[in-house]
Every structure is written in structure tokens, then in C-alpha cells.
């Protein structure tokens, strides 16, 4: 199978880099710029893109790479940062621009360039940068320019190295996929043979030849990528899996049932289902805090989870994980200390590691290769039901920390009707496909009310709605009036104990997406 390396060097869009890439059919990893010249060549990339990143090629402390790299016969894209790198590393000038440029900009295109090959004289891009390419090195050719840029786009066609300043992955640049795709399928000539369906049937055969006849334990939490790893994994092994699936009583209403449903009628494993819901809600008396609360269901879900495992583990079996790729990329950032980042690996769903005293084959993380999107598109090929595939993120602590204060049963019930009218109410009008995320809250909160001739003191729900790119800031949802009120209207009516509901509307920051 053909591949292109991302090497990353600190930029925000490395990932979209690498999942453009595969939009085309190609196989697209990311590795940081510390990892080793060997290493690369071995793996025999047919073509390499620098990414971006927030340094100045001229600080001694940046991220560089050995100019070897340009030498060794495979094509080289450099992106922004990488563009600047390029320049710099082949002997041309970089420099702090007088005008930086943000933002959406005109590209003046010249004729004859394999990589901009179908851009026109003039198109829009997207920059973000302060330093530029103020002379291009020996052998290079400047093939576009901006009115603040002279060079943002060079090449040295016989070396086949190419450089754009702006930034092709990001939508805004109007030809930025056919530049991408000029590079990926016209000068690296890879041939499109990352597909999701030979995925599955790889994968299926690596599973079978690592596993044999032995068995496999999965953690299922009802979230994407462990349901989608379940349903490979069955594929592959049938019912020499055990999915485990713990139920500990803060879910949403009938999601345990479903998940358990979806599983066991769907395909052939064997599924455990734990309802440890009174240890939960026992070990819940009293806490308040948020912190606390979150350590207090976390542990004791660990508890619950390696005790069942330890007993039917029994040395002799593999343990599977959901985790996905961009839980193992070892990120470029870090740069300006001189240093890739530290490696984050997945503890799935409050699973933490492995105990030292359970023992296990060996651990298979069947989609460590795909981008959520990709795991999507896997699960509908495996016939996981859209409504599981497509579902929005779910904290591991679950409701717990949708309730203020402390966690009892009678709270979980009433916060799980509210939320089930929500999520009524956002379906049948189809809204919900405006959001990122959407739920109810238990504000912890009474409020006096009235109803009939009568006084009530009952609680307080909040409302929730959020639109993100990547949860890490999010807008609040400009959700409209007549659907608030619908579901305002029929929560109060349907669910007693609940007589008043508020509309949260701070974004993150200052707020998270989650009240606890
Ligand atoms: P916050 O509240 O931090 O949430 O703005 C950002 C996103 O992360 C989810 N979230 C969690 N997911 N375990 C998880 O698996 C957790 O403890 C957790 N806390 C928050 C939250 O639902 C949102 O999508």
C-alpha cells in the first residue's frame, strides 16, 4: 500500500493534513520531527509533506530536520512552516514579513506547475503566517505569489520539491484539495488503495492470524470506537469474544438496554453485561464535590471492570481496546523546548492500565490506524446501527456529572426523562444535526412554581446545546425559540419533579461543555 508522511512540526492542522490525504484513497501517517531519517527511508514513503508550525526557522531552538531528507528520491511538499524550512534548508532567505498575513487571501497563480496544476490565475487561500520566503534557494522557481507574499508557492521540479506558504488542507483555500491531489496522485503517483472496506478484510486477517484460537476481552462502553472494535473483532473471532459492558446505572434512559440489544442480537460474541449500579450509587452517597466524584466513579468503574476481567482472563486470552489514531499520535508540538511532545495513549474509558496482576496474550487496538471519521464509516460498513455510530460524545463519568450535588437514583430517573424528551424533541425536528453536543442537566436547584391552584417546589433543569469543531472551545447553540419551547414545555408536563427548565448560553471558555 502506498504512503505519505506527514511530518509534523508543531502545526494545528497536521491531523486534517493526513485525513485529506486519505480522503483521496491514500494511506497518510503522521510522525513528529524528531523521528529519525532511518526510520523514515525504511518505510519507504512515496512522498513526504512538512506541516506547519508556530516557530521561526531563524530561532536556534526550532524544530529542523536533516537536509538529507530532500536528497533521499521522494517528493516533498512544505506547508507554511515547512515551506519556510524548505527555503531555509536549501539555502534561500527567510525572513520576518512587514505584513503578515491572516486569513483569507488572493494567490496569484503562474502557468507550468505540476502542483498548481488546474489553479487559476487567481484564487483564494487561507495564510496564518509572520515570517515568508523573502528569496527563493538556487534551482527553485516561484510559482505564485500574493500581494504581501512574493514567494507563496516555489518549486524545483527536477528535485521535485514544492512549497506553498498558505495552508491547502483547510477549506477555505479554494483549490487546496486539487494542489493536494497533485502532489499526492500526479507527483508521488500513489495509487488509491486505502479503502474501508479492504480495511475489514486486512484487519479481519490480522486479527485471525494474532489470536489464532485464543480468546479476546473487549471493554464495551456504548461509544463509538469500542463498539466499532466489538464488531470487528466478532467479524474475526465470533464468539471467542467477550465483550464486557458495565453498567453502572448513569446512562442514558434505555441506553444500557440498547447497547446490550445491539450487541448480543446483531453479532455473535459473548456479552457481559454488569449492572453494578448499587455499588455505584452507594459509593456515591454524600459526595458533592465534582473532583471527588469523578475519582469516586472512575475507581470504583475500574474496580468493577478488572475484577470481572481478572476471573475470566486467566493468562490464556487477548485484551482488545477502541483506541484510535489520533490517541497514538506522538505530536510535533512542544517545538520551541526542542522536543516532540510526550505520546498520549488512550485509557478507554476510565479503564486506566492494566492491573499488574491480570494477565494477558497480548493487546490488539484493531482501529489504531483510523481518524474517527474513518471508524464511522467502518462501523456502518459492519452494520452498527447510525444511531450508535453517529452518536455524540458521552462522558465516562455519565450522568454523574450532569447532576449537582450529590448522585442518588430518584435524580438519575428524573435527569434521564428530561433528557430523553430532548432527544425526542431535537430528532423529530431534525436540529440535531445542527449540534455538536446536546443533553440535560440536574442543576441541583428549586425553584417555586405553580400548578392548577397549587404551589410547587420542584427542580430545576438545565438545557445544554453546544457546536464545535473539537470540543476544546464550543459555541453555545443558537437553537430557535419554538423548539426550546416545545421541549420546555413538554418536560414540565411529562416529567413530575421538574417544574422549571433554563437555557444555558455561555460558551467555552469561560465554560466547559459539561457542568461538572
Ligand atoms: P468539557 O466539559 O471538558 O467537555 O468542556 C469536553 C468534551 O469532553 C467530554 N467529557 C468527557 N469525556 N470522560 C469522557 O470520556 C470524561 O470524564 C469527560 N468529561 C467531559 C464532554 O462530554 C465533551 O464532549
Redesign the pocket.
Known amino acids: 500500500m502506498d504512503k505519505i508522511l506527514v511530518l509534523d512540526f508543531g502545526g494545528q492542522y497536521n491531523q486534517l493534513i493526513a485525513r485529506r490525504v486519505r480522503s483521496f484513497g491514500v494511506f497518510a501517517e503522521i510522525l513528529p520531527y524528531t523521528a529519525k531519517l532511518e526510520k523514515i527511508k525504511k518505510n519507504a514513503y512515496k512522498g513526504i509533506i512538512f506541516t506547519g508550525g508556530p516557530n521561526s526557522v531563524f530561532d536556534p531552538e526550532s524544530p529542523h530536520y536533516s537536509k538529507e531528507i530532500l536528497s533521499i528520491g521522494v517528493p516533498v511538499l512544505g506547508i507554511c512552516y515547512g515551506c519556510q524550512l524548505m527555503a531555509w534548508m536549501s539555502g534561500g532567505t527567510v525572513e520576518t514579513a512587514p505584513v503578515s498575513e491572516y486569513g483569507k487571501v488572493t494567490l496569484k497563480a503562474k502557468t507550468g506547475s505540476r502542483l498548481l496544476d488546474g489553479v487559476p490565475a487567481k484564487s483564494t487561500v487561507w495564510m496564518s503566517h509572520t515570517d515568508y520566503v523573502a528569496k527563493a534557494p538556487g534551482g527553485f522557481r516561484i510559482t505564485a505569489r500574493t500581494d504581501d507574499c512574493p514567494c507563496a508557492a516555489m518549486e524545483n521540479e527536477e528535485r521535485r520539491l514544492y512549497a506553498v506558504q498558505f495552508h491547502p488542507e483547510v477549506t477555505h483555500t479554494e483549490y487546496g484539495d486539487s494542489i493536494l491531489k497533485n502532489f499526492v496522485l500526479g507527483i508521488c503517483a500513489c495509487s488509491r488503495d486505502w479503502a474501508m472496506d479492504d480495511f475489514i478484510d486486512r484487519t479481519v486477517g490480522k486479527i485471525r492470524e494474532t489470536v489464532g484460537d485464543k480468546k479476546v476481552i473487549l471493554g464495551l462502553s456504548g461509544?463509538v470506537d469500542s463498539s466499532v472494535a466489538a464488531a470487528l473483532i466478532s467479524r474475526a473471532i465470533g464468539k471467542n469474544l467477550t465483550c464486557v459492558f458495565v453498567d453502572q446505572g448513569l446512562m442514558r434512559k434505555d441506553e444500557g438496554d440498547f447497547v446490550e440489544s445491539t450487541f448480543t442480537k446483531l453479532f455473535d460474541m459473548n456479552f457481559i453485561r454488569v449492572d453494578a449500579s448499587d455499588k455505584f450509587f452507594e459509593k456515591l452517597k454524600g459526595i458533592k464535590d465534582p473532583e471527588r466524584k469523578?475519582k469516586r466513579i472512575?475507581r470504583e468503574f475500574y474496580n468493577v471492570f478488572w475484577d470481572v476481567i481478572r476471573d475470566i482472563a486467566d493468562g490464556d486470552a487477548f485484551f482488545a481496546q477502541g483506541t484510535i489514531y489520533p490517541d497514538r499520535i506522538e505530536s510535533g508540538k512542544g517545538a520551541t523546548k526542542g522536543k516532540a511532545g510526550s505520546s498520549v495513549i488512550k485509557t478507554h474509558?476510565?479503564m486506566g492500565k492494566i492491573p499488574k496482576d491480570v494477565d494477558f496474550l497480548g493487546v490488539i487496538e484493531p482501529l489504531g490506524d483510523l481518524f474517527k471519521d474513518e471508524v464511522r464509516s467502518v462501523g456502518e460498513r459492519l452494520g452498527i446501527p447510525r444511531e450508535l455510530v453517529w452518536r455524540?460524545?458521552?462522558?465516562?463519568?455519565g450522568l454523574g456529572?450532569r447532576i449537582i450535588g450529590e448522585v442518588t437514583r430518584d435524580k438519575v430517573r428524573l435527569l434521564q426523562e428530561a433528557d430523553y424528551i430532548l432527544r425526542d424533541e431535537m430528532a423529530k425536528c431534525g436540529y440535531e444535526k445542527e449540534l455538536?453536543?446536546f443533553f440535560c442537566v440536574f442543576t441541583g436547584s428549586k425553584a417555586v412554581g405553580v400548578m392548577g391552584d397549587h404551589r410547587t417546589y420542584e427542580n430545576v433543569i438545565a438545557l445544554r446545546a453546544v457546536t464545535t469543531d473539537d470540543?476544546?472551545t464550543?459555541d453555545w447553540a443558537k437553537i430557535p425559540y419554538d423548539i426550546l419551547a416545545k421541549v420546555s414545555s413538554r418536560i414540565t408536563n411529562e416529567v413530575r419533579g421538574i417544574n422549571r427548565i433554563v437555557y444555558d448560553i455561555t460558551s467555552?471558555p469561560p465554560?466547559?461543555?459539561?457542568?461538572?
Not at 392 to 397: D, L, T, Y
Not at 511 to 516: I, K, L, N, P, S
Open positions: 461509544g469523578r472512575s474509558h476510565n455524540q460524545p458521552f462522558p465516562g463519568p456529572v455538536s453536543q470540543f476544546m464550543a467555552k465554560a466547559t461543555v459539561e457542568w461538572e
